[in-house]
C-alpha cells in the first residue's frame, strides 16, 4: 500500500491545487451573472449552462442555489484531485 510519505505526498499536492472558497465567492457575488465562479471551480460546462439558463430565468435560482453549493464543489474537485494523484503513485510503484 502506500507509506506515510506516499500520503503526505499526496495530500500536499491536493492542497496546493484546493480553490480558494473566498474567491469562489468573490466571483459569486461580483461576477455571478457571467458564471466566473464556476469557471473558477473548473465547472465551464455547467457554467455555460447556467449562462444560457439566465434567459428562461431558472439560472438566477441556480445562481442563488450556488451559494450552498460552492464548498461541495471545492470538496469534490479536491477527491478528484487526490484520485488522480493517488493514480499516479500507484502508476509509478509498479
Not at 36 to 58: E, M
Not at 68 to 89: A, V
Request: proline content about 2%.
Amino acid at each position: 500500500m502506500y507509506t506515510t510519505e506516499d500520503m503526505i505526498l499526496i495530500e500536499s499536492r491536493v492542497a496546493n491545487e484546493r480553490k480558494s472558497a473566498g474567491a469562489a465567492y468573490f466571483l459569486w457575488f461580483f461576477l455571478g451573472f457571467i458564471s466566473a465562479h464556476r469557471f473558477y471551480l473548473g465547472k465551464p460546462v455547467t457554467a455555460i449552462l447556467q449562462i444560457l439558463s439566465y434567459f428562461i430565468l431558472v439560472g438566477f435560482v441556480w445562481w442563488v442555489l450556488d451559494i450552498f453549493l460552492i464548498p461541495s464543489i471545492i470538496n469534490d474537485k479536491m477527491d478528484e484531485t487526490r484520485g488522480r494523484f493517488t493514480r499516479q503513485m500507484r502508476r509509478y510503484a509498479y
